[in-house]
Structure formats: structure tokens, C-alpha cells
């Protein structure tokens, strides 16, 4: 059982910053590419970036600049600092996990963000 536990969300004005955590075990941090999702109201479940086990970053073209994704070893916990927050970014924002590219996707419960304009 992949356990993802997510903090940091909340209500940010336009322009600000938000940074997102999520903590696994070591065995699944370890093995496993670390990401970040969002959904919208009405709107479907979409990649935000992800950082593999080895360190290789990958962002939507939507965040690219704005957003960073980061793992700290040490901690088993992967980062999403996000700055220059915009209203299109309100969703809940879910941390991923994932052994390979055909692997199923292990989710967190969710934490909201919302960017008021």
C-alpha cells in the first residue's frame, strides 16, 4: 500500500506563492518518478511535473517558469514551489507516484489551492 500524505495548500492572492509537500516511505521515494497533478471543477486530472528517481524534471508547458518541482532524499519527500500564482491555477493539487511509465499511478488525497484574482 503506497501512502502519499500532501501539505501545503491553501488561498493566495494573485502573484503569490504557494510551495506543496508530500512525504512517502523511503522504499517508494526511492523507486518510484515523484509528481504532481491537478483537477479543476469540470475539468480533467492533468499533469503539473513530475521529478524522477534519478532527478530528471518534466513541467507542463502552463507552469514552465513558474513553477518548481524538487525531492529531498533525506526527507522522502517531494516539493512543488509555486510562484507567480495565477486564478487558473485554483484545482486540487495531487502527489503521484509512479514505478514506470506503464505503471499504475498511486495518488494522494488532494489538497485544494486557490488563487484568488
Known amino acids: 500500500q503506497v501512502q502519499l500524505v500532501e501539505s501545503g495548500g491553501g488561498l493566495v492572492q494573485a502573484g503569490g506563492s504557494l510551495r506543496l509537500s508530500c512525504t512517502t516511505s523511503r522504499i517508494t521515494f526511492s523507486f518510484n518518478t515523484m509528481g504532481w497533478y491537478r483537477q479543476a471543477p469540470g475539468k480533467q486530472r492533468e499533469l503539473v511535473a513530475t521529478?524522477?528517481?534519478?532527478?530528471?524534471?518534466n513541467y507542463a508547458d502552463s507552469v514552465k517558469g513558474r513553477f518548481t518541482i524538487s525531492r529531498d532524499d533525506a526527507k522522502n519527500t517531494v516539493y512543488l514551489q509555486m510562484n507567480s500564482l495565477k486564478p487558473e491555477d485554483t484545482a486540487v493539487y495531487y502527489c503521484?507516484?509512479?514505478?514506470?511509465?506503464?505503471?499504475?499511478?498511486?495518488w494522494g488525497q488532494g489538497t485544494q489551492v486557490t488563487v484568488s484574482s
Open positions: 521529478v524522477s528517481s534519478g532527478g530528471s524534471t
Open positions: 503521484s507516484a509512479q514505478f514506470r511509465p506503464t505503471s499504475e499511478i498511486n
